[in-house]
């Protein structure tokens, strides 16, 4: 049973039915999955999802779909753990990690793969494709092969290593376009009018994708003892996921998951060398002006974010916060949470943490907020960043006089 009601324009509210579709035909806005909220408070409860699968298809009636036929390597429900040590170093009193490093090819996206593609395969599109920075490629290709769809994944050029060949290993079609993300993406939106059977997975099934982001709202407050935190750090590429985080937590009161509508604050985090919705909001403006990125966060590479308009009506409305932070302090964000909670996060966590810091250095974030950062991909993916700073503390011959030579040294300094 799904309780999809209809997508619906964001800007003018013309209805559509829920085919491959993501612009208004009238304005051009986006469309936005809309549904029957009353039948599903009737049917979900905090039992009901606790008895589900421990993977994003648990929150299954609040997601896009109507059947059963998943495509699913087992995303979500990735560990929210308490982050004592880190929330020290930084002066929180309670802060969380929500480590989405875990997940079936390392990264949020395979939340945002599984629900587009299960969707796509509903409506009977056999080809998956997407316009990647890296991430989306993995999620995708891996997705596509476990469901025997054929796949063509686009990316820039310049990627790193590991992620061109995590993409490749799983098969299908690589393409790599001499050009950054919004050339890839501009090209993606023309390919994918030429073939409308193809379900590209973040164009025109985009409105389905998007709403995969919803389950890392659920699982934090599911995994809070069914509340909320004060305040989320969240990563912004396109500024999707920001957007639907917030919807999600929205959507738990009003099926009545929630005992109180609280209000959560929703800050983004952005690299300085492409910060275009940061900067938006430090200047007080409502247009987001695109720019050309340069920063080793790839992932969030970016210049003009699809989603970077409502991500900052959010990030306002819900009183929060957007900061960039410098490349260096993208390093040294990946050391700190490493260092402290054990955790290996590619570029875009080391954004996050330092971003995390800053807001709270600025006092934007209280000492005293419950806040929760969402680390949404693995450092395996991007260690080229650490590469020039990183190697063996000493290399020695095999030979007990020398190691004790190093250790004499490094006790006396
Ligand atoms: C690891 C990681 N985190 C966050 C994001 C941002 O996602 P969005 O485009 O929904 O803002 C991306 C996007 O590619 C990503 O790869
Ligand atoms: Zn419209």
């Known amino acids: 049973m799904a309780y999809v009601k209809a997508l619906a324009c964001k800007e003018c509210g013309q209805e559509y039915e829920a085919k491959a579709l993501h612009v208004c035909e009238f304005c051009f806005g986006p469309l936005e999955v809309s549904y029957d909220y009353e039948a599903i408070s009737k049917v979900i409860s905090r039992e009901s999802i606790a008895n589900g699968p421990p993977n994003i298809w648990r929150y299954k009636d609040l997601l896009p779909v109507f059947g059963n036929d998943f495509v699913s390597l087992g995303a979500g429900f990735t560990p929210l753990v308490r982050a004592e040590r880190l929330g020290n170093a930084l002066g929180l009193d309670e802060l969380w990690i929500k480590n989405d490093t875990l997940n079936p090819t390392g990264s949020f996206k395979d939340r945002v793969v599984s629900v587009a593609l299960t969707r796509a395969r509903e409506l009977g599109l056999k080809i998956a494709a997407c316009a990647s920075t890296g991430n989306l490629a993995n999620s995708v ?4 092969a476990w469901a025997n769809m054929d796949s063509y994944v686009f990316i820039p050029a310049n990627l790193e290593k590991a992620k061109v060949i995590t993409t490749s290993v799983y098969g299908g079609n690589l393409i790599a376009i001499d050009g950054n993300y919004d050339d890839v993406n501009r090209l993606c939106a023309e390919i994918a009018s030429e073939e409308p059977d193809w379900a590209f997975v973040n164009v025109n099934v985009r409105t389905y994708y998007a709403e995969g982001s919803k389950t890392l709202a659920f699982e934090v407050a599911e995994q809070l003892g069914w509340q909320v935190p004060d305040h989320v750090v969240v990563p912004i590429a396109s500024g999707s996921q920001l957007t639907k985080i917030h919807k999600g937590f929205k959507e738990l009161y009003k099926v009545g998951l929630l005992d109180h509508e609280a209000k959560v604050r929703i800050s983004g985090a ?12 430090e200047k007080g403006l409502d247009v987001i002006r695109p720019v ?5 966060a790839k992932s969030l590479a970016i210049g003009n974010p699809a989603d970077g308009y409502y991500a900052l009506e959010v990030i306002r409305n ?4 957007c900061g960039s932070v410098t490349d260096e302090e993208v390093l040294a964000g990946i050391r700190l949470l490493a260092s402290t909670e054990g955790i290996f996060a590619e570029t875009a966590g080391g954004v996050t943490i330092a971003t995390l810091a800053k807001l709270v250095r ?12 969402f680390i949404t991909g693995n450092g395996l993916k991007t260690v080229e960043a650490l590469e020039p700073t990183s190697g063996p503390t000493t290399t020695i011959s095999p030979s007990l ?13």
Do not use: M, Y
């Open 401 to 413: 006089d020398e190691f004790f030579e190093f250790l004499h040294k490094k006790r006396s300094e």
């Open 141 to 144: 290709a891996a997705h596509a």
């Open 292 to 296: 050309k990125p340069d920063t080793i």
């Open 318 to 321: 819900s009183g929060g916060s």
């Open 270 to 281: 952005q690299a300085f060398g492409c910060s275009p919705v940061a900067t938006a909001f």
């Open 362 to 373: 600025e006092g934007v974030i209280n000492k005293n907020e419950k806040t929760v950062a």
